[in-house]
């Protein structure tokens, strides 16, 4: 091996570190979910009344490395992350807050379905409100993660409770 060699792949080794070490820096950093609560109820949300924001446990250096790593290739290729599950899509439109304009942008980001609404943890959450244009801010704002989890498991009276009837 020459000089040239060496130097390369010592060149390519720091930066695979900055660039591991920017992953997980990004990776932990979450965008803080703010709820808004009824005049008089205690601002202190117990876990069990929010399903949809499910703790992760076990999750290692090894696993944030590879969401962050799925996230970024995402964003670069310029293809959502996730696989569009397989089955029909669902009325996007009957969560509260969403029309037909917001759900065409839901479409282009490629979200069709409740579960994938439900599934997002607060990173790709806040990736996701990112490229809402137009619509950004409205994903906390109209708890959009929050009633596509009741939906997405079928508790239609869970919903209504909480966000009021349905319209069919």
Do not use: C, W
């Amino acid at each position: 091996m020459t000089l040239d060699t060496n130097m390369l792949i010592i060149i390519g080794a720091v930066l695979a570190v900055a660039v591991l070490a920017f992953l997980l820096l990004r990776a932990r950093r979450g965008a803080p979910r703010v709820e808004r609560r009824p005049e008089g109820e205690s601002p202190y949300v117990a876990a069990s009344e929010r399903p949809y924001m499910k703790k992760q446990t076990g999750a290692g250096i090894a696993d944030e490395a590879a969401a962050a790593t799925n996230d970024l290739a995402g964003e670069v290729l310029g293809v959502p992350p996730r696989h569009a599950p397989a089955g029909p899509a669902d009325d996007l439109s009957r969560l509260k807050g969403v029309g037909p304009k917001f759900v065409a942008r839901l479409n282009e980001l490629g979200i069709f379905r409740y579960d994938q609404l439900a599934g997002l943890n607060a990173n790709e959450a806040a990736h996701l409100d990112e490229r809402m244009g137009p619509f950004q801010g409205r994903l906390a704002r109209d708890r959009v993660v929050e009633q596509a989890d009741y939906l997405g498991r079928g508790d239609l009276d869970g919903f209504e409770e909480r966000f009021g009837k349905l319209t069919p």
